[in-house]
């Protein structure tokens, strides 16, 4: 262990370069990183210079890596004999379109004073440039205090993470001995609805599938055939209302295999967040919580698998009225995972009652999209509550373990390829607009992120 | 009653005339009267002008009327104290694209020898110069025969048929009176499938809706809210599932009110018609009749009353994959009526079949495209049995009542606006290729079509 009881330096040291830490991150954000647009492309490049160099000067052995799109970053600390750790961020950044609606330009980084405290703003600020100097400025007050870094750190970052992170499954696969760390720190991810710090230990998983069923060879006239030749729509809406019951749950055989309920440790975690889902969905319009009867709002989104229609076409729907039984209709669907479901068997039984629905001079074509299962990280592992205590030290409120909805593609990859689980802490705000015009990163969660950092470093090296 | 022992006469005059009778069709087939093409306005006009002067020639007092859009014709022959009769046809033709895949040019027409016979080769040679034509070309040898006119015959023919009819409603609201008969013959359909003659007694009514589903108040990611938030195209798609159950039929309350099962002649006659639904449906790649179960093929598309969805759309639609929880879905739909039922009760009950399936947060709105009731002629009325006699004796087999999954409006129009029932006697066959290039029409269609209609003059003047 190192010594532990010079963090308080460590923290000191970190108020009083703030500063200095700030100057370092409008620097940063002054470089335009769109990774989408290829006019940026030197942009980009110039972003991983500058974070290889910054990364130099604190001591790390950092290169930038060329791959067929973006260059990833990646830096080592001393090696020791310690459990590694291993921390992502991503240095590319949304497009700022539409710029009309920005109030200064983008990428002219400015502390603002706004109604909650300080402000930074820029594109980038939270989205993931603000979030990902937290570490290394952690890492900057380390060497100052420690004179060293802490061994056994590996960093990496990202330059096409905005863009659908092509390069990094290939580059994980190539690289994998030289990154495989005892776990992944993520810091792409936000706090608690009310700023409670949290570490997300649990992802949903994808699978989702493209139908097209298709019934006469050409668009038919209702008035000629209507009434006694198959309406593909139909048929299409016919098997996708038998997919859940009137409670909410999956009809399909087997769906559940996998599918566990929560520790009571998580579940108490997710009870005291006092989330209610008809205030949630009050944001959106709504009022009424649709899952399955008898789950709380948290487990609907976190916890439980779910099937969702995500897109639907058939027949004419143009404008005015066509009287066309159509010769074909498509769906988009996706179910969200949980636990150790399978997402190849739900696959087969979700393609099996769609065919069952079909009369058999009728066909249909299935087109796969992605197929991941949920990500669920061990929290026995203590280095889980070691981070979680020294998170709710810094913000002075218990820190809580969460779920996440969605997928984060970043950490199925370390588990796959590296397998490492990972903790995902981040100190965003559900008002910092990221991907859209004006984003923010609160001055108070740069800070106070940093701070995080060197606690949790302390508590894990 | 006429002379009806002069009707071999008539016929032998239209037999002796026929190469006349082709020369003039083919005359009135060289105007490109295409109602859609503003460019060819003066060539609809053209068209109305020699139907007047042929119509006037043969001494009716015949006009062309003027209407904001294409003008109608308008043909009196002399008043006299009988059953009046009312005959319709329309004299503008469908656009000719793909030009290309016409053997020969559109407006050039020709007489060619084909496999089955002699045939009429042009646009609009079935659909409906052609066939229009057959019930002038009975009127000529009528008057060359006895010296005169039928009395009492009201003659309409619209240019507008192939562009909507916008103008036909007002024209018949506003000549009313002038144009009011004992009962419409329309010659504008086809013989029955294998060119058995008949006339068509019934026609399904229509009612048309658009549902607009809408719930959160903008996408959401299915991340975030999937499992929670009510899914719009789920919404609807459990709704459209209900309208039907497993046997085929409507669910909704009182839809069968007025629905009428065939009598004991329609069903001998249909019958007779030798139906194959799975051959009829093998023709579009199909093989199995889907309509309610314990109803024949004919039944199914002519007399009972039928659900489709013409059109379904929500969400991402585009290549690839969203996994977006759309804020709206919409679906177009439409019922075929049969009998006396009542499109204003259906559209109550499918629209409280829809808000029924809703949860309180979710709105939908609702939009008709058309609410018409079936048309069913009265065949009781004697000039049914004596039209359907004089088509047996023509074509040498008993001629069918046979009825249309679909409306045809101008019947409609009669009847609601005039009062009169129709009867639609056409000859043209299932291989014309209306609206599609290298239409023709059987020169046996055009004769036999004369000679048909001779004989009705006789059966019913």
Known sequence: MQDNT????????????????????????????????????????????????????????????????????????????????????????????????????????????????????ARGAADDKGQLMTFVEAFRAWKEVHGSLPTDLVLLFEGEEESGSPSLRPFLHENADELRAGIAMICDTSMYADGRPAITTQLRGLYGDEIIIRAADRDLHSGSFGGLAANPIQLLVNALATVKDAKGRVTLPGFYDGVEDLSDELRSDWDDLGFDPSEYLSRVGLRHPVGETGRTGLEMVWNRPTFEINGITGGYTGDGFKTVLPAEARAKVSFRLTGTQDPQKIREAFRAHIRNALPDDCTVEFEAHGASPASRMDISDPAFGLAKAALSDEWSREAAYIGAGGSIPIAGDFKEILGMDSMLIGFGRDDDRIHSPNEKYDLDSFAKGARSWARILAALT
Request: avoid cysteine.
């Open 6 to 121: 010079r963090i308080g330096e460590v923290l000191s040291t970190l108020d009083k370069g703030l500063p200095q830490a700030l100057q370092r991150l409008l620097e940063f954000l002054r470089i335009p990183s769109i990774s989408t647009d290829p006019a940026h492309k030197g942009d980009v490049r110039r972003a991983a210079e500058w974070l290889r160099d910054e990364l130099a000067s604190l001591g790390f052995d950092a290169s930038v890596r060329d791959t067929t799109g973006h260059p990833m970053v990646v830096a080592h600390s001393p090696k020791g004999d310690r459990r590694a750790l291993l921390f992502y961020g991503h240095y590319d950044v949304q497009p700022v379109d539409p710029l009309n609606l920005w109030d200064r330009p983008p990428f002219e980084p400015e502390v603002q004073d706004a109604p909650a405290g300080k402000v930074i703003r």
